[in-house]
């Protein structure tokens, strides 16, 4: 079974600008969450949605948006782009929400802002 | 608030030794304990978690970690190293809202 994909793998924007980055979670996965990871750091909760709905958004400004489609798939939208937005995005994936549920990740998406 | 802390940025240690990177954790509910790998360039991968019942807990790769509760520590080791273990590895704890915290990750050095 094909693993958690992320599209595009590479991006180069400017500031000012917006993007949108995409995530298919593995099959039968409900629930998908976002991070952002800034080189040298661990990860930071952006959202979590579980079946359609927002369960979770960590402390981000209201820049970044994200929404879950019927197939469970995912995107996460960043306006107004700022030089600190440059990171790698992680998108994970579990069967179902809850503490105990490993999640599952790709590969990210690498975003650099000139 | 739960939190998550990694002692060393780096750890470097020689193949076939003993691998030890720490990880102490507060949580004000009863944690859900984990431990991932990062590759360069890559994902993460999940090495091993601790949920409930043995404190002890293997994964993949030789690798282990214990939960001791008295210590709030969930550290992981693997008894003999291999160069194909260089990698940062994080630590992560789920918060009551079942979102994961992590810790800002230890490299690991294998030296030949």
């Known amino acids: 079974d094909a693993g958690v994909t992320q599209s595009p793998t590479h991006l180069i924007k400017t500031r000012g600008q917006q993007v949108t980055l995409r995530c298919s979670p593995i099959s039968g996965h409900k629930s998908v969450s976002w991070y952002q990871q800034v080189l040298g750091q661990g990860p930071q909760f952006i959202f979590q949605y579980y079946e359609k709905e927002e369960r979770g958004r960590g402390n981000f400004p209201d820049r970044f948006s994200a929404r879950q489609f019927p197939n469970y798939s995912s995107e996460l939208n960043v306006n107004a782009l700022l030089l600190g937005d440059s990171a790698l995005y992680l998108c994970?994936?579990?069967?179902?929400?809850?503490?105990?549920?490993?999640?599952?990740f790709g590969d990210g998406t690498r975003l650099s802002i000139l | 608030a739960q939190s998550v802390t990694q002692l060393g940025s780096h750890v470097s240690v020689s193949e076939g030794a003993l691998v030890l990177l720490r990880c102490n954790y507060s949580s004000s509910v009863p944690p859900y304990l984990f431990w991932y790998v990062q590759y360069p360039n890559q994902g993460l991968q999940l090495l091993l978690k601790y949920t409930t019942g043995a404190t002890l807990v293997k994964g993949i790769n030789g690798f282990e970690a214990e939960f001791k509760k008295s210590e709030t520590s969930f550290h992981l080791t693997k008894p003999s190293a291999h160069m194909s273990d260089a990698a940062e590895y994080f630590c992560?704890?789920?918060?009551?809202?079942?979102?994961?915290?992590w810790g800002a990750g230890t490299k690991l050095i294998i030296k030949p």
């Open positions: 994970a994936s579990s069967p179902r929400t809850g503490g105990e549920q490993p999640q599952h």
């Open positions: 992560a704890v789920s918060d009551s809202n079942y979102q994961l915290i």
